[in-house]
C-alpha cells in the first residue's frame, strides 16, 4: 500500500498530498469507486455539493471498512448558497448526505465576484471552523484579488486555494501568493483532461522512469508540493495513478515540465465565471 506524504495546514491538521476526486463520477458508480480508492490506499476524497454525489461518497466510505478518522473529506459549497446563513445550512445538508458530523475541509467552489457574496460566506465558513463542523476551510478558484480582500476584510486565510493546475497551466503568479501566505495548492484537472499526456516530453519522460504519462504528470504535482487528487472509475487506473511514490523527477526533468506552461485553460476563467 502507497506512503501518502502529509502536508501541514494552516490550522494544524494534516492534509495527505494525494487524494481522489469524485468529480463527474455517475452516482451509480460512486461508492464503488470510492471503496476501490479507499482499497488502494487513498485517504483523502474530495467531493462538493454540486457533484451531486455526497450521500454515495458516504456510503463508500461507511462500506469500506476503514475508520472514518483515517479519512480526510472535502467538500465544496455550491455556487447558488452563497451567503452566509445558506451557506451554514448547505455545510449541515452535507454532513447528513455523507454521514458524518464533520467534514476535514469546506471549500467556497467558486468566487463569483460579480456577485460578490463571497467575503459574507467566508465568515460562515469562520463560524463553522470555530464550531468544528470544518476542522478547516478553504476556497477554490480564488485569484490573488479575492484572497487580498479576504484578508483585509476578515480574520482567517484560506487554509487551501484549490485551483486549475497542471502543465499546461501551471499558475506561478497564484503559487507563489500561495506560498508567501502559507496556503497550500491544491490541483484540479492534474492532467488537463488527458491533454497534456500525448506532449512529446512528457512521453520521453515516462519511457525514462518506465511510468506512465498520467504517473509523471502527478509525480510532477507531489515534488511541486501541490495537494492532487485524479479520478478515475477504472479500478486499474485507480490503483496505476497512486503508483507514483516508487520514483523522483530529477530537477532538470522538473525543469522540462516546467517548460510546457501555455496558459491553457480546460475550465473556466474565474474572473468571469458566473455559476
Not at 480526510?72 to 454532513?95: P, Q, V
Not at 507531489?222 to 507514483?244: G, H, T, W, Y
Not at 525543469?255 to 480546460?266: M, P, Q, S, V, Y
Request: glycine residues 8%.
Amino acid at each position: 500500500m502507497a506512503s501518502i506524504p502529509q502536508l501541514i495546514l494552516p490550522t494544524g491538521h494534516s492534509i495527505p498530498q494525494f487524494g481522489f476526486g469524485v468529480f463527474q463520477i455517475d452516482c451509480a458508480d460512486t461508492a464503488a469507486s470510492v471503496r476501490t480508492a479507499l482499497e488502494a490506499g487513498y485517504r483523502h476524497i474530495d467531493t462538493a455539493q454540486m457533484y451531486g454525489n455526497e450521500k454515495e461518497v458516504g456510503e463508500g466510505i461507511a462500506g469500506s471498512g476503514v475508520p472514518r478518522s483515517e479519512i480526510f473529506i472535502t467538500t465544496k459549497l455550491a455556487n447558488d448558497r452563497h451567503g452566509y446563513d445558506s451557506a451554514i445550512t448547505a455545510l449541515d445538508e452535507s454532513l447528513e448526505r455523507l454521514g458524518t458530523d464533520h467534514v476535514d475541509l469546506y471549500l467556497i467552489h467558486w468566487p463569483l465576484p460579480r456577485k460578490n457574496r463571497y467575503v459574507q460566506t467566508w465568515q460562515a465558513f469562520e463560524k463553522l471552523a470555530a464550531d468544528g463542523r470544518a476542522r478547516s476551510i478553504g476556497v477554490s478558484n480564488f485569484q490573488p484579488e479575492q484572497l487580498d480582500t479576504l484578508a483585509k476584510e476578515t480574520d482567517t486565510l484560506p487554509a487551501v486555494n484549490q485551483i486549475e493546475l497542471h502543465p499546461a497551466l501551471q499558475q506561478e503568479r497564484l503559487r507563489a501568493y500561495h506560498r508567501a501566505a502559507g496556503i497550500v495548492t491544491e490541483a484540479w484537472s492534474p492532467i488537463a483532461q488527458g491533454a497534456v499526456l500525448d506532449d512529446r516530453d512528457i512521453r520521453e519522460l515516462a519511457d525514462k522512469y518506465d511510468k506512465t504519462p498520467a504517473q509523471v504528470v502527478l509525480r510532477w504535482h507531489i515534488q511541486l508540493d501541490n495537494v492532487v487528487f485524479p479520478k478515475s472509475i477504472n479500478a486499474s487506473r485507480v490503483r496505476e495513478n497512486i503508483d507514483i511514490f516508487d520514483f523522483e523527477l530529477d530537477p532538470g526533468d522538473m525543469a522540462t515540465i516546467g517548460t510546457l506552461d501555455r496558459g491553457h485553460r480546460t475550465g473556466p476563467d474565474p474572473d468571469t465565471f458566473t455559476g
